[in-house]
């Protein structure tokens, strides 16, 4: 399928197919699931494109054809993928001949300018950008990795703010269990709340601050389950007994270890927790890698 698009040079990844036809360099990027296609060109000219539009519509009526920011973007779906040459082929053909015809010209997608451009992943973001506008990305991201390096990171002050952080998903976890709501989908929020906590309190997270994090996330579920338990207890016995909510929290290792079925529910409901707090964990991660700030940006084919 590759090879049948017309001009085509390189596939990048698993979904974008990169070409140049008639002097136009253009991308194509399809969704698997969809099977939508968007086509793009970088372009300048008159922004006027109707008798553009009516020639390709005569090709495919359901295609969507925008041209803004000096971006000619064709959206178009496919029943199999396996026709994108076929259906894009006339496409490419009669778009660039109009371009060619009226004048367009390419531009670079950042600076907007009629210069030689590249095939870029910056970032992530592929797109045709020229030699000047690489340097220029290129500047920017040793500025914020060296940048990142010289960020200092607060330890206690992200300490203090993972312990805040974890307080609204604990509280949303006794709110669930009130509701009679699975209670384990709160460690989702408390381990997201605490890697977010640090980091705003401790202005950086690195190695340290994301076990840090991570840690106090996992404890935040300990004690919110625990509090729900001691609030199951307090409730079952206060009007049999003279107890507080905190004599119930000390009798938690009691019917642990004395009722099978207070042990076996404590256990699932925790186990729940924790395995859904991970969904959470990869927050801290996240954060933990803009902190440290890697970057991608390169020339595509080179």
Same mark, same amino acid.
């Given at each position: 399928?590759?090879?049948n698009?017309?001009?085509?040079k390189?596939k ?15 991308l ?9 296609? #968007? ?9 006027? /494109? $109707? *008798? @553009?539009? &009516?020639? %390709?519509?005569? !090709?495919?009526?359901?295609?969507t054809?925008?041209?803004k920011? #000096? ?9 199999? /993928? $396996? *026709? @994108?040459? &076929?259906? %894009?082929?006339? !496409? ?5 001949k109009?371009l ?6 390419e ?10 451009v590249?095939?870029t ?17 290129i ?12 960020v ?6 992200g ?22 709501l ?17 980091k705003?309190?401790g202005?950086?997270?690195k ?5 840090i ?18 609030i199951?207890i307090?409730?079952?016995?206060k ?12 009798s938690?290792?009691?019917?642990l ?46």
């Amino acid at each position: 399928m590759d090879k049948n698009i017309n001009g085509f040079k390189i596939k990048y990844g698993g979904n974008i197919y990169a070409g140049n036809i008639n002097g136009f360099n253009y991308l194509i990027k399809y969704d698997n699931t969809s099977l939508v296609y #968007n086509l793009y060109f970088n372009i300048l000219g008159k922004e006027d /494109i $109707k *008798d @553009l539009s &009516k020639e %390709i519509k005569k !090709i495919d009526k359901d295609i969507t054809i925008i041209y803004k920011n #000096n971006v000619l973007s064709i959206v178009g779906s496919l029943r199999e /993928i $396996k *026709d @994108l040459a &076929k259906v %894009i082929n006339p !496409i490419l053909e009669n778009i660039t001949k109009y371009l060619k015809d009226k004048n367009y010209k390419e531009i670079c997608k950042h600076c907007k300018e009629i210069k030689k451009v590249y095939l870029t992943d910056n970032e992530g973001e592929i797109n045709y950008f020229c030699d000047d506008c690489y340097k220029e990305f290129i500047k920017i991201a040793e500025y914020k990795k060296n940048n990142s390096k010289n960020v200092k990171e607060h330890t206690f002050k992200g300490i203090v703010g993972a312990i805040i952080g974890i307080i609204p998903g604990i509280l949303l976890w006794l709110l669930l269990s009130y509701l009679k709501l699975e209670p384990g989908i709160a460690g989702i929020f408390i381990t997201m709340g605490a890697a977010l906590g640090f980091k705003h309190f401790g202005k950086v997270m690195k190695v340290s601050g994301l076990v840090i994090s991570i840690i106090i996330g996992l404890l935040g579920v300990l004690i919110a389950h625990e509090l729900n338990c001691s609030i199951y207890i307090y409730n079952l016995y206060k009007t049999d007994f003279l107890i507080n909510l905190w004599d119930a929290y000390k009798s938690i290792p009691y019917y642990l270890s004395r009722n099978n079925e207070f042990k076996e529910s404590f256990t699932n409901a925790l186990s729940i927790g924790l395995i859904l707090s991970i969904i959470g964990i990869f927050s801290s991660y996240s954060l933990y890698r803009q902190s440290i700030y890697t970057y991608q940006i390169k020339r595509i084919g080179e």
